[in-house]
Nanobody
Framework: VQLQASGGGLVQAGGSLRLSCAASGNIFRINTVAWHRQAPGQQRELVARKTIGGITNYADSVKGRLTISRDVAKNTVYLQMNSLKPEDTAVYYC??????????????WGQGTLVTVSS
């Protein structure tokens, strides 16, 4: 099982980006999905999480601006990022708990995609 993140880039403050994270491999079901980020010199932090039941949680700093969603048929998770701020600059990582076809659940991480917001 692999997670492939994409969609990062350079954007001006106030702009938008959509990150994608596609899961591939011997997947039976994707359970909880999440996006984390790590800014230079900072610890990695949780940005948004969505359970298989649809419950979502967001960091206070991104509420109302970032939205996590999932396309079950495509095994893909998205992070829509609006009204971006320079402090949103970070490497963004997707993360998922996946039940594989061997009936084992493991946690997987994508490779990270860089988001840079200029002022």
């Amino acid at each position: 099982v692999q997670l492939q993140a994409s969609g990062g880039g350079l954007v001006q403050a106030g702009g938008s980006l959509r990150l994608s994270c596609a899961a591939s491999g011997n997947i039976f079901r994707i359970n909880t999905v999440a996006w984390h980020r790590q800014a230079p010199g900072q610890q990695r932090e949780l940005v948004a999480r969505k359970t298989i039941g649809g419950i979502t949680n967001y960091a206070d700093s991104v509420k109302g601006r970032l939205t996590i969603s999932r396309d079950v048929a495509k095994n893909t998770v998205y992070l829509q990022m609006n009204s971006l701020k320079p402090e949103d600059t970070a490497v963004y990582y997707c993360n998922a708990a996946i039940l594989a076809t061997d009936w084992r659940t493991s946690e997987y991480w994508g490779q990270g995609t860089l988001v840079t917001v200029s002022s």
